[in-house]
């Protein structure tokens, strides 16, 4: 009887400390949102297909046309995250991106954050790519690239993008998976100007596929993928008046719901989890493309 009790209160401790760190994983922070009320489509009407209670929203590839969702909104900093469960079988060539570009508003010196999924040749190996540009740098890619450490076509999992002015965080299940500290090596391309949200399906076969050696195989389209779990806090830009800015929601310490001191820095825990997937997932970093850069960018050679 005590010793039951005993565990009782220890599952009931655990549960809670559990708890409490779930609490602040930047996904748990911030509210999901509906696909209907916060997005437009943004290419390919007849592929998108938003759940009806609006919580989610599948996209698909085929032989005529790709698809897309767009925010309605450009935001200036910011926490975006989007739930996403990818195509399963042969996706060779298939591209899934969540990303965040302004190059509608600013085509000559657009800034862009891109997560890309990157279909494969061989089942169930989807590959992460990250990649930043800022005040038009787009000559100069900035490209990562991960195996995941889990079947992405099983379940949906949290891809996210934290951008305020300290740093820029791509995150996948709350672990950070690469960092862009904003300081002096990389201010010139830290982006810098509000940008809208994209979830788009396209065929890469020319982009991803070393030039298309393993294009897209429409005989097994439609590839289908599905978002829920949309999270977009920041503030929001107003079209009409670019000086006026109206941030969604404030933390204690700021008026910009990621400018609180929370989002300045990553936390030791975080720190550790970026170190494990860098060390354990990471395949390709342009800070060590010697063959690519014969002068490495500036913020790569500090490290
Ligand atoms: C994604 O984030 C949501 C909200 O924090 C969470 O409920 C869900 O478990 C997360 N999914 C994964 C695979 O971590
Ligand atoms: C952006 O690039 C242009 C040249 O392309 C340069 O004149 C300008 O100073 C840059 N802006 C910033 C903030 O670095
Ligand atoms: C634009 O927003 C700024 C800051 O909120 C405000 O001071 C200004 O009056 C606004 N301008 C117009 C034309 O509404």
Not at 278 to 286: C, G, I, L, V
Request: glycine letters at 8%; one cysteine or more; aromatic letters at 14%.
């Amino acid at each position: 009887m005590a010793i039951s009790a005993f565990l009782y209160s220890y599952i009931l401790v655990f549960s809670w400390i559990v708890g409490i760190y779930a609490a602040y994983e930047p996904t748990s922070r911030f509210r999901m949102q509906s696909v209907n009320q916060t997005c437009n489509v943004f290419f390919g009407r007849t592929n998108v297909h938003a759940r009806k209670d609006g919580r989610g929203v599948n996209f698909s590839l085929d032989k005529l046309s790709g698809s897309g969702i767009v925010s309605k909104n450009k935001y200036y900093y910011g926490f975006f995250n989007g739930a996403i469960k990818l195509p399963a079988g042969f996706t060779s060539g298939v591209v899934v991106a969540y990303y965040l570009s302004n190059a509608d508003a600013f085509p000559h010196n657009h800034d862009e954050m891109d997560i890309e999924l990157l279909g494969h040749e061989k089942r169930g190996r989807w590959v992460l790519q990250t990649n930043i540009y800022g005040n038009g740098s787009v000559k100069t890619g900035r490209e990562e690239k991960f195996h995941l450490w889990f079947d992405p076509t099983k379940g949906f999992h949290n891809f996210s993008i934290l951008w305020n002015i300290h740093h820029v965080v791509f995150m996948v299940d709350d672990i950070p998976v690469r960092e862009v500290v904003h300081d002096a090596a990389i201010s010139s391309i830290y982006p810098s100007k509000p940008m809208s949200v994209y979830t788009t399906i396209w065929d890469g076969s020319e982009w991803a596929t070393h030039g298309g050696k393993y294009p897209v195989d429409y005989k097994y389209a439609p590839f289908v993928a599905s978002m829920r779990g949309i999270e977009m806090e920041g503030c929001v830009w107003n079209q009409k008046n670019h000086t006026h800015l109206l941030c969604s929601r404030r933390t204690l310490s700021s008026l910009d719901p990621v400018g609180g001191e929370q989002f300045a820095k990553l936390s030791s825990r975080q720190r550790a989890g970026m170190e494990w997937a860098r060390r354990n997932h990471m395949f390709y970093s342009y800070c060590q493309d010697k063959k690519r850069y014969r002068v490495l960018p500036l913020e790569c050679r500090e490290k």
